[in-house]
């Protein structure tokens, strides 16, 4: 395997088994790889198949198909080296109540092996911003506060490639800034990362390369501003003098949005439309054009349309 290659994925599927025989295809031949230093993401709406791969990567659900190779290990050869590469931290949020997170972190370390005096326990509840909560009761911790405990633990045996499923689902705004500003640290640090995410901002903001999954198949996969600009979609905004709704369309290929402080914004794709043509569709509905502002697209607009028609 090439050197600079932190997590191979080839050719990878999952089949649930259901009862009465049935079954469903969570993960259907699925191939990527993740470069070292990366941070890369698995973008995808919910049930697309992203915490299966991720929990196929922590042993807790056994694939069908395919091979796994991460940091030079085969998964199914050498599991033990796999689990001591990657520290995950899982979607679900459950921590023992009964431990103080320094405690708990020192379990952790126990578990991995970790000798007391490679220990950095310290040195990981700063990074996870945590160290004025090291002696504190689970109860009083925030659930941001617990999910960065929950990236803490993932850490604990340093392991150089770390994947988070979700890490900011149900986390407040400050927090969740918190928690990618760890995250991004880490990654300077030289720590690979890999996430999953179904808010398209958080992956537009952090990831350097981008898988969009969707029905558990790969339905684009490229560098970040690539998949921006691959998508041929801009986005023009005008404020208006007088604002009343014109409908949700200007025609079949233009969709309105209102927005607020008198203003409405229309997506176009520009090898069908061109801004003159919006411009004479706005005023010949009645509104005066205050001012106009383009801007392209975001990578909602990519995945609405790459997930539009599967
Ligand atoms: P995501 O994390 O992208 O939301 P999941 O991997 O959790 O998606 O789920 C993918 C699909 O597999 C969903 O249809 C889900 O209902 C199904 N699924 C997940 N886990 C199981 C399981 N243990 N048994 C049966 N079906 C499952
Ligand atoms: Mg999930």
Sequence with gaps: MNNSIALEIKNVGKTYKLQDSNSLKALDDITFNVKQ????????????????????????????????????????????????SIGIVPQEVNVDPFFTPKKLLDIQAGMYGVAKKDRITDKILELTSLTDKADSYMRSLSGG??????????????????????????????????LLENV???????????????????????????????????????????LLSEIHLKKIKFKVKNFKNIGDKLDDHLKIEYLKNNQISIKYDKTISNVEDIIFKIKEKGLEIEDIMTEDADLEDVFIKLTKNL
Excluded at 146 to 170: C, F, N, Y
């Design 145 to 178: 506060m617990r999910r960065r405990l929950l990236l803490a633990k993932a850490m604990v045996h340093q392991p150089p490639i770390l994947i988070l499923d979700e890490p900011t689902a149900g986390v407040d705004v400050d927090l969740r800034q918190k």
């Design 37 to 84: 230093g990366e941070i890369f993401g698995l973008l995808g709406p919910n049930g697309a198949g992203k915490s299966t791969l991720i929990n196929i990567l922590g042993g807790t659900v056994i694939k069908s198909q395919g091979l796994v190779n991460v940091w030079g290990f085969d998964l199914d050869l050498n599991p033990r080296q796999v689990r001591a």
């Design 184 to 226: 991004k640290e880490l990654n300077n640090q030289g720590v690979t990362i890999i996430l999953t995410t179904h808010y398209l901002q958080e992956a537009e903001e952090l990831c350097d390369r981008i898988a969009i999954i969707n029905h558990g198949k790969i339905v684009a996969l490229d560098k970040t501003e690539n």
